[in-house]
């Protein structure tokens, strides 16, 4: 999970703190001096996590582009230089454009923003921009919430009654509120100095940069790991008493699996072993057979563990999680049946492999296996009119045809409640019948002047006409001698 660190550099930063020995200490002092703190953890205990740094004032800029270089970006908060006023809405889009650029919406990413809370004036202000949030047109609306899952947390170099004392409290917590409620405000405790902000830094990093440990196990072999980043507990909304999940600190590796592509995983969490032991083993076997590994993540939760090359020379053991559930995926079945095919009692693929169990076809038939009319594009509801009016063309030959394609389309739109699509059906009908040549078999120009009729009666609402069951059939005449509705 990346991290971008959004600094204020405007020049209320520039404002001195009272600190024993030194004369000149500033806010952006303390800002440098937490997340110097903050990258130091992160370097010894998330090495394998990229970090971004921008500056922001009345204009953002990139001083670190997403990096594992954490002495780059310390060099670059010890040249942080001084700006003007604040305006938060441009560097908040300034984020969401560098990580939608590096990492796509689908990666989730923390964003730390460090300020002291004093929020600019005017027009730009985050006051004027929470207040305008509502008026807003669709290509200038305000950049939250991201459009990729994200954590905001605001480190504010300021105490909670310096921030209350103005309305700097309130916006900051509105921040929150439009990122969907995902973060945290952290304020300073008693005075501005570096203990406070070592303090505050230390409650972030207990929050959103603790190692998880945990013990990988599989038979008698185990082997001491740390997952990156820490895994959020899931609660599942379909249960009566929903209760957040977590994953245990031991997890059982259950089975091993082949597969061919593992890189379109989305929910990954990066793992990094210390001991050179059985979880080097284990990267070292999945890398080279091209396997995935299912591992037990608790009481009906599962997930599984796979080799992802970062580059040519370096690949990480990773995991992805399921949904909770005994059955997250339904081709595979229930989890804890699956065993050993040695096991069963013949061999489930078949003496030259040339069969296979999966994927388990379905008790139920699913409804989206079902025939049905589904139109996305608008292309696909001309081509469902286009094939009525071929077939309509070359009647009486393709009556069963045109009444089938015909049915299929009225109880569509009938589903959609699509009124104008059937009374256009119906015009399209009356004119095809005008344009039948002289030499057009008689019983045509009855069967498409029915349909045009019956079509008008289905759109009026009729409950005779309009039901859902009823099918349009084909009109009895002295031509057709009934055999095309014997056909239907």
């Known amino acids: 999970m990346p991290t971008a660190v959004l600094l204020d550099s405007s020049l209320s930063m520039t404002r001195p703190v009272s600190v024993e020995g030194s004369e000149e200490f500033q806010r952006k002092n303390l800002a440098v001096h937490g997340l110097t703190m903050l990258f130091e953890h992160m370097a010894t205990n998330y090495r394998l996590e990229f970090t971004s740094l921008v500056s922001f004032s009345s204009l953002w800029e990139v001083l670190v582009p997403f990096t594992r270089d954490y002495n780059t970006l310390q060099e670059a908060l010890n040249n942080l230089e001084d700006y003007d006023k604040t305006c938060l809405e441009a560097a908040l889009q300034g984020v969401s454009n560098i990580v939608q650029q590096e990492w796509g919406t689908s990666c989730p990413c923390q964003v730390v923003l460090v300020t002291d809370g004093a929020l600019g004036i005017g027009r730009g202000s985050l006051r004027h921009s929470l207040q305008t949030v509502k008026q807003r047109v669709e290509d200038k609306k305000f950049p939250l919430p991201f459009p990729f899952p994200s954590k905001l947390y605001v480190m504010c170099i300021a105490n909670a009654e310096e921030l209350q004392a103005t309305d700097s409290m309130d916006n900051l917590e509105q921040l929150i509120n439009l990122n969907g409620g995902e973060g945290q405000i952290y304020t300073m405790e008693g005075p501005l100095c570096l203990k406070s902000v070592q303090s505050m830094f230390g409650k972030l990093i207990d929050q959103a940069y603790s190692p998880f440990h945990a013990v990988l196990r599989c038979g008698n072999l185990t082997s001491d790991v740390q997952v990156f980043p820490r895994p959020e507990p899931v609660t599942i909304d379909e249960e009566v008493d929903p209760m957040p999940r977590t994953v245990q600190t031991e997890g059982d590796e259950i089975g091993t699996g082949a597969t061919d592509d593992t890189e379109e995983e989305t929910s990954t969490n990066q793992m990094a072993g210390k001991s050179p032991n059985f979880c080097v083993l284990l990267h070292g ?200 509705a014997d056909r239907i």
């Open 285 to 484: 076997s999945l890398k080279v057979e091209g396997m995935v590994a299912l591992v037990q993540l608790g009481p009906d939760w599962f997930g599984m563990l796979y080799s992802q090359a970062d580059s040519k020379k370096k690949s990480n053991l990773m995991m992805s999680l399921f949904e909770p559930g005994s059955e997250p995926l339904p081709w595979l079945g229930r989890i804890s049946q699956l065993g050993p095919a040695s096991d069963a009692a013949e061999n489930p693929y078949g003496e030259d492999d040339s069969k296979s169990p999966f994927p388990i076809q379905p008790k139920h038939k699913r409804s989206y296996a079902q025939n049905v009319t589904v139109w996305i594009k608008a292309s696909g509801l001309q081509t469902d009119v286009q094939k009525i009016l071929r077939n309509a063309r070359k009647l009486p030959e393709k009556t069963q045809t045109f009444y089938k394609e015909l049915n299929r389309l009225r109880k569509a739109a009938l589903a959609f409640g699509f009124w104008e699509l059937l009374k256009s059906m119906a015009e399209l009908l009356e004119r095809e019948c005008t344009l039948l040549s002289d030499s057009a078999h008689p019983d045509a120009a009855f069967q498409l002047s029915h349909a045009a009729q019956q079509l008008k009666l289905a759109s009026s609402g009729d409950s005779k006409y309009a039901a859902y069951e009823h099918n349009i059939t084909p009109m009895l005449t002295d031509f057709s001698g009934g055999g095309g």
